[in-house]
């Protein structure tokens, strides 16, 4: 059977949280539940932690609706309980990491920022496969379809359990019960809304999150999202890529060395 964790950076209370468990649940998985006891969003994959002597707290819950599971509210964010949870913190690991229902879409390359997309990362990075799913719930939104967010993400769950180890999915569901259906996306450059400084003085300074001014880029998932579709892009966590930097320096390493040693005494 397969083993889930479900946790999110909204809080252990959160909606999304309880529809994801639930659909989990509900198609066989072996569930249990941790999650932040506070809000986290912006944590990225963060493995901060309150503590207490060396202790992080964590408080046995229960989520409404799903007697029998297991579920926890960590003194920490979804980085750190998606680490520990492969560590065994929980009991066996496990093999997927769903994360979500996030309130709010994360497209772009701003899902650097997203506790959610964080949380799916460092499962995969310890041998689960991840997937982030947020719900596209804008600035003022009227109803909220969280069930229908997790049932696209329980559909989409075989097909990543039949990838290796390591997969992660980032998916963004529209907030309709009606999605138009479902398609691949790349990132865009940003993502739906933005970060701006409003206030600096010498003390402090003051941020807000606003919509951007123009309209996404064609063929990304911030442009298909906004028209209704269901978005899967996959996503890896931390990769290395050969600059040749080393090469082109090799041939000077010498006048390097000299300058950073110069004037040194023995």
């Known amino acids: 059977m397969t083993r889930a964790l479900i946790t999110n950076d909204d809080g252990i209370d959160a909606p999304g949280l309880r529809a994801l468990a639930l659909a989990a649940v509900d198609a066989g998985y072996d569930v249990f539940v941790a999650a932040p006891r506070r809000q986290s969003s912006g ?3 963060s493995i901060i932690a309150e503590e207490a002597d060396g202790r992080i707290a964590v408080d046995p819950r229960s989520v409404d609706g799903l007697d029998g599971v297991p579920a926890f509210a960590v003194h ?4 750190l309980i998606a680490l520990i949870a492969a560590r065994g913190a929980f009991g066996a690991p496990p093999d997927l ?4 229902v996030n309130h709010g879409a994360n497209v772009g390359r701003a899902i650097l920022h997203s506790g959610t997309v964080g949380a799916a ?7 689960a496969r991840g997937m982030a799913v947020s719900l596209d719930a804008g600035l003022r939104p009227l109803e909220l379809h969280w069930e229908e967010a997790a049932a696209a993400a329980l559909a989409l769950a075989p097909q990543l359990l039949d990838r290796p180890p390591g997969t992660v999915l980032n998916v963004n569901v529209p907030n309709t019960p009606s999605p138009r259906g479902v398609v691949e ?3 865009a450059p940003f993502g739906i809304v933005q970060t701006t400084l409003t206030e600096e003085e010498e003390h402090y300074i003051r ?6 001014p123009s309209s996404p880029e064609p063929g ?3 442009a298909y999202l906004a028209d209704g579709w269901i978005t899967v892009t996959g996503v890896a966590s931390v990769t290395d890529v050969r600059l040749g930097v080393v090469e082109e320096v090799r041939g000077g390493w010498n006048v390097l060395r000299d300058r950073a040693f110069s004037g040194r005494g023995g």
Do not use: F, Y
Request: charged share 15%; net charge negative.
């Open 43 to 45: 944590s990225s994959a």
């Open 76 to 79: 920490g964010g979804p980085g």
């Open 97 to 100: 990491v769903l994360s979500g």
């Open 121 to 127: 990362l460092t499962g995969g990075m310890n041998g």
């Open 185 to 187: 996306a790349r990132l």
């Open 207 to 212: 941020l807000a999150v606003e919509d951007l």
């Open 220 to 222: 990304t998932d911030a």
